[in-house]
């Protein structure tokens, strides 16, 4: 695979976590999601404790999500096989005995800060690979929002570029993140075989709008974007605001330093398609419920706005008539998609020939 070809038909690392859906999306109904182009049915237990299937049933191939749970079991909505949580087939009531072969691929999930996990690589090594962990998680001086989610029409690799180029602030979102700065401060980029993180600090200028009321001082600020994704496409972006003199490298632990950290995970479901979802984690004022609903708002508008220009560049480069050209700010997003197609290959797993 070119590190550029978002065309190849292998595009994905299977061994790792993705987000499926949010925690609150998954019950005692099926639901039938697609990911990395495969169809998968979730559920929850009796006890609450999620499943996930392949969602489809070895007769006829219909989806299990259009059945009906039967205890912590599924049971396909046509012939009746049904299926336990680890798919093994456990009835067939159209005959005496369970026909052999009857039993759907299970996936490893967990959940985490309200996220359901998938593991979509091969089982035996979801053990071995901790989800992400949350600076500060169980720190009671900083808040995590419960988090949202957005359908993009756009390949998952567009969104992972966005997630490395602080530039496009300036121009994409010019009523919220933008401010003097943010258009021409060069960026400083750091890789490594599993991450690419784009940085810089900007001094002394007025914080933009969205950061403007949650800043703990008053005038100018000195202020940190801090792009970083890491395979396969979690993307942690670290805002610092600090008072004029005090940002910079070496910033100190103090009050009055805001730090935000958002965490974006994106879960591709196909070429054209990718689930977008987020996390917003910040050190201040954690018990304020109403800054909480501003700053999702805010956040959930201004990734409407990536939605949008996204989703057009998905198409502009899918349908293009005419060469397109590179720019300086694409660097980091060139080093991660280097890192990213050699640890593909690496991988080197055929996605049909999972054992079930
Ligand atoms: S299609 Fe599922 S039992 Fe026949
Ligand atoms: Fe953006």
């Avoid at 749970?69 to 067939?92: K, N, P, S, V």
């Avoid at 690419?196 to 600090?201: A, F, I, L, Q, Y």
């Avoid at 479901?269 to 984690?281: E, G, I, P, R, S």
Wanted: aromatic residues 8%; proline residues 8%; charged residues 20%.
């Amino acid at each position: 695979m070119s590190p550029l070809d978002l065309t190849a038909p292998q595009v994905y690392l299977r061994n790792c976590w993705y987000v499926a859906c949010l925690s609150r999306e998954v019950g005692r109904q099926p639901k039938a999601v697609r990911l990395l182009e495969e169809a998968i049915v979730l559920y929850r237990r009796e006890d609450g404790s999620p499943v996930a299937l392949e969602d489809a049933c070895p007769h006829r191939k219909l989806p299990l999500s259009m059945g009906r749970l039967m205890g912590d079991a599924i049971e396909c909505g046509y012939h009746g096989l049904t299926f336990d949580g680890c798919g093994r087939c456990i009835a067939a009531p159209t005959q005496e005995r369970i026909p052999h072969g009857a039993r759907v691929r299970s996936y490893p999930v967990q959940e985490r800060y309200g996220l359901l996990w998938i593991w979509m690589g091969e089982s035996e090594k979801a053990a071995q690979h901790p989800v992400i962990d949350i600076e500060h998680h169980d720190s009671p001086d900083w808040h995590l929002t419960t988090g949202d989610s957005l359908r993009c029409n756009c390949h998952y690799l567009w969104l992972v570029d966005n997630l490395l180029d602080p530039s496009h602030v300036a121009w994409v979102h010019r009523g919220t993140f933008a401010a003097a700065g943010t258009e021409d401060t060069p960026l400083q980029i750091h890789a490594d075989d599993s991450s690419v993180v784009c940085s810089r600090w900007m001094y002394s200028r007025p914080p933009p709008a969205f950061y403007a009321p949650l800043v703990q001082f008053s005038g100018p600020a000195d202020r940190l974007q801090h792009y970083e994704v890491r395979l396969p496409s979690m993307a942690i972006n670290r805002s610092i605001f600090a008072p004029a003199g005090m940002g910079g490298p070496q910033v100190p632990q103090d009050p009055l330093v805001y730090r935000m950290v958002s965490y974006n995970f994106l879960t591709p479901v196909d070429a054209d398609t990718t689930l977008y979802f987020w996390l917003q984690h910040r050190n201040t004022d954690p018990n304020n419920d109403a800054l909480t609903e501003r700053i999702a708002a805010g956040a959930k508008a201004a990734f409407e706005e990536d939605r949008l220009i996204l989703e057009a560049v998905h198409q502009g480069m899918k349908h293009q008539r005419t060469p397109h050209i590179g720019l300086l700010l694409d660097a980091g997003a060139a080093r991660f998609r280097k890192a990213l197609a050699e640890r593909i290959r690496a991988e080197d797993i055929q996605p049909d020939a999972h054992t079930p």
